[in-house]
């Protein structure tokens, strides 16, 4: 059998100049967010819409930016790359919503423990989107094993969806908190925004530090699955970073806008399952077409309409579902009423109360 050992060639349009523009919008950004979020604030939905539209904005136009200067193809890595990321972004504020409310994050506190666990995020994704380039270049069998990886992550959140059951995180049965209480003492109340506060001339952490070392340990979960996903779209290592941070930017904003929505999305885990899935596949076909020429590879188009396909079928089921529930708990409710009803009716007759509470045959 024959086997490909070649190194695989990247290829990429991050220009230094391209890179060191992005990285400083992307940092000029995160200071503005650092600045809005300086003075804790309960959040309005005005301000969470507004920002959202804008974070969603930013990157169409740097879609069609990247269109105009180089063409449809990466153009259309681009948007592919942003849908998945943002797709697996949503489930990354359901987990850090179950975080906000184990901790009971004060809400004025909540936006500023989004963007510490954003720029955690940021970070994370940097350094393993260069060990992912890395990889890559050292042969084609690094997409086996991105596959395997996708693959194996599809199966376990497909495994957890259909197990069902309510969502819950025991904060005393996380490693990262317990080894930050164990080296030092932990206040028993918020202190604004302060990671630690001196408490009888100790240096002592706040429940804000725990829940951002909370956060940043997920971070590490999801750039495990996410960074692979986007290699499964595109090869370019400046496309990854930029769909990776376009689709981290706005997640501040859009965790208030989707707070009520996000418990209300049942069948998400479903579909990112697939998501996950499909593009584990993808990758297995593109390092066999390498092998095998005869064998077929997805195009990038294809996987677009694929993954959209998914997360309107999921979206649209999970509101059908929602809306099944709420008739049937109507409908209970109205039955409950008929009863109560009647045998109020019956016990205005000559009937007994003891004879209309025995149970009806």
Request: glycine content about 6%.
């Amino acid at each position: 059998m024959p086997v490909d050992t070649s190194a695989a060639a990247l290829t990429t349009i991050g220009t230094p100049w391209l890179w060191a523009a992005t990285v400083l919008v992307l940092l000029g950004l995160l200071a503005v967010d650092f600045a809005i979020t300086r003075r804790p604030h309960a959040v309005s939905m005005r301000e969470a819409v507004g920002w959202t539209v804008f974070y969603l904005a930013l990157p169409v136009a740097f879609g069609f930016f990247v269109w105009w200067r180089f063409g449809g193809t990466p153009a259309v890595e681009f948007f592919t790359g942003y849908v998945v990321e943002k797709s697996l972004s949503v489930d990354n504020l359901f987990v850090f919503m179950l975080l906000l409310a184990a901790f009971a994050v004060p809400a004025q506190l909540a936006q500023r423990v989004l963007l510490y666990g954003i720029v955690g995020a940021l970070v994370l994704r940097a350094v393993f989107i260069a060990a992912g380039a890395a990889v890559l270049q050292t042969g084609t069998w690094a997409f086996v094993l991105f596959g395997a990886v996708l693959l194996a992550t599809a199966v376990k959140v497909m495994r957890d969806a259909l197990r069902g059951g309510a969502h819950e995180i025991d904060i005393d049965k996380m490693r990262s908190v317990r080894m930050l209480r164990r080296f030092m003492p932990v206040t028993d109340e918020y202190n604004g925004s302060k990671l630690t506060v001196r408490r009888a001339g100790v240096r002592t952490l706040t429940p804000m530090a725990l829940v951002v070392a909370a956060v940043f340990m997920t971070d590490v979960v999801f750039a495990v699955d996410s960074v692979p996903a986007v290699y499964g779209v595109t090869e370019d290592p400046y496309l990854v970073f930029a769909t990776n941070a376009f689709a981290l930017l706005g997640l501040r904003a859009l965790y208030f806008v989707l707070h009520n929505a996000l418990s209300s999305l049942r069948y998400l885990n479903h579909g990112l399952a697939l998501i996950l899935a499909f593009i584990g596949v993808k990758l297995v076909l593109h390092w066999a077409h390498g092998v095998w020429p005869v064998l077929p590879e997805v195009p990038t188009l294809l996987s677009l309409a694929v993954i959209i396909g998914v997360l309107v079928t999921v979206t649209l089921a999970s509101i059908a579902a929602n809306r099944r529930d709420a008739r049937a708990l109507a409908a209970a409710a109205a039955a409950e009423d008929e009863d109560r009803d009647r045998d109020r009716d019956e016990l205005g007759g000559t009937r007994s109360p003891a004879e209309i509470t025995a149970p009806r045959r």
